[in-house]
């Protein structure tokens, strides 16, 4: 399992859920607002808008915070102004990090970044340092028990996704960038909202850790969690299991 999925299950089982809770909708509500800014605030006309609104729902937020969002962005109400904003470097045992975020302070954004990168043993490199390691996907995943191996495998090709890896954690959907809407659209219809539906990063290649690499590794990704500016973190590493169940114990 690659490093940005060990982390998610990671961060599961460890406590503080209120706190993360909270910066969860904080991400959502950022991730609306831009998305509402950048195209029509009419959710069926507006892709991205859509999406936000879907993972907000997945995730329990209230229907009022939503429409808040929503108002906000499209002008009736002010609001920040967020900025759209991609780190790249290297964690311990030389792992490829992207960092994405949404931001109304670059500077201090930047700062609590390289700062987390700086205390775990990492360091933040200039813009594509890192990417080339990686391909632009997109991702959807839904829990194990809407549907089967098969089912899932045969639903996801009709659609036009490119691969599927399922398990008891549940279905994990790969598509090109371009065919995304459509192939998630298409799976939406069949086995209602995916818990995540988003453009990720896919890395070519990855880097087993052991076991202080790993747990460094780990303390950095907490740090960057924790940031109200970061909205997802990818990297390319691999836990032995036996490490993961140690490090979220």
Avoid: C
Avoid at 33 to 58: H, K, M, Y
């Amino acid at each position: 399992m690659a490093g940005h999925s060990q982390f998610k299950n990671i961060m599961h089982r460890k406590g503080a859920q209120d706190a993360r809770r909270g910066r969860q909708f904080a991400r959502l509500i950022r991730e609306i607002t831009v998305a509402a800014r950048q195209g029509l605030a009419e959710i069926s006309a507006n892709p991205r808008l859509r999406a936000a609104v879907a993972a907000a729902r997945q995730a329990n937020m209230p229907r009022d915070t939503v429409e808040r969002a929503i108002k906000k962005a499209s002008g009736a109400a002010g609001g920040e102004d967020y900025t759209e904003v991609r780190y790249e470097g290297y964690g311990p045992g030389g792992v490829a990090v992207i960092v994405e975020a949404l931001t109304d302070n670059r500077n201090r954004t930047a700062s609590d970044v390289r700062s987390a990168f700086a205390k775990f043993g990492g360091a933040l490199g200039e813009t594509n340092s890192v990417s080339f390691l990686f391909s632009r996907r997109g991702m959807l995943r839904y829990p194990a028990a809407v549907a089967s191996e098969e089912a899932m495998l045969e639903a996801a090709v009709e659609a036009g996704a490119e691969d599927v890896a399922s398990g008891p954690e549940g279905h994990e959907i790969s598509t090109s960038v371009e065919g995304f809407f459509a192939v998630r659209d298409a799976l939406e219809a069949r086995f209602g909202a995916p818990e995540e539906a988003r453009l990720d990063w896919k890395p070519g290649m990855t880097v087993t850790l052991d076991e202080e690499q790993g747990a460094r590794m780990v303390r950095l990704l907490d740090a960057l969690d924790e940031s109200d500016d970061v909205q997802n973190v990818t990297a390319n590493f691999e836990l032995p299991d036996a490490l993961m169940a140690k490090l979220s114990a």
